[in-house]
Structures are given as structure tokens and as C-alpha cells.
């Protein structure tokens, strides 16, 4: 089992920036990859930055370069700093953490951006 808890969402105008953070805890050594998905209303769940285990990023074309997902191994953490926030960057973020058969998910943390 792995627990993922996410924080640091909030309320943000157009430019500004965000960073969330996704604590994870439990069977953590099983862990292949983390990344961070959002969902919109109306609009299905979508990867917006993965990383993996062996440090490889990928990234939604329509955040490349605002958006940096990163790690810190000692607190079992990993970060999705947002820049440039845009008005359809507002979505629910959720944390993802994938094992070999299946993934856990986290909470999730609302994210809007005002224009």
C-alpha cells in the first residue's frame, strides 16, 4: 500500500505561480514512477508531468515549460511547480504514484486561476 497526500492548491491570478506537493508513505520502495494529473470540469483526467525512477520527466505539450515536476528522495516527496498559471490550468490536481500492477492516487487539490 502506498498513501498519497497532496497539498498546496489554492487561489491564483493569470501569471502567477503555485507549487504542489504530494508526500508519499507506505510501500514507497514499489514505486516505479509519480506524476500529476488534472481534471477539469466536464473533462477527463489527464497526465500533466510524470517522472520516473530513474529521473525521466514527460510533460503535457500545454504545460511544457511553465510547469516542473521534481523530487526530494529524503522527505519521499515529489512537487509540481507551476509558473505562468493560465485561466485553463484551473482543474483538480491529483498525485499518482504507479507500481508494477496498478497505481495509487491522492486526494487531490484544487487549483483555480483567475483571468
Known amino acids: 500500500q502506498v498513501q498519497l497526500v497532496e497539498s498546496g492548491g489554492g487561489l491564483v491570478q493569470a501569471g502567477g505561480s503555485l507549487r504542489l506537493s504530494c508526500a508519499a508513505s507506505?510501500?514507497?520502495?514499489?514505486?516505479?514512477?509519480m506524476g500529476w494529473y488534472r481534471q477539469a470540469p466536464g473533462k477527463q483526467r489527464e497526465l500533466v508531468a510524470a517522472?520516473?525512477?530513474?529521473?525521466?520527466?514527460n510533460y503535457a505539450d500545454s504545460v511544457k515549460g511553465r510547469f516542473t515536476i521534481s523530487r526530494d528522495n529524503a522527505k519521499n516527496t515529489v512537487y509540481l511547480q507551476m509558473n505562468s498559471l493560465k485561466p485553463e490550468d484551473t482543474a483538480v490536481y491529483y498525485c499518482?504514484?504507479?507500481?508494477?500492477?496498478?497505481?495509487?492516487w491522492g486526494q487531490g487539490t484544487q487549483v483555480t486561476v483567475s483571468s
Open positions: 499518482n504514484a504507479a507500481i508494477e500492477c496498478g497505481s495509487y
Open positions: 517522472l520516473t525512477s530513474g529521473g525521466s520527466t
Open positions: 507506505g510501500s514507497i520502495f514499489s514505486i516505479n514512477a
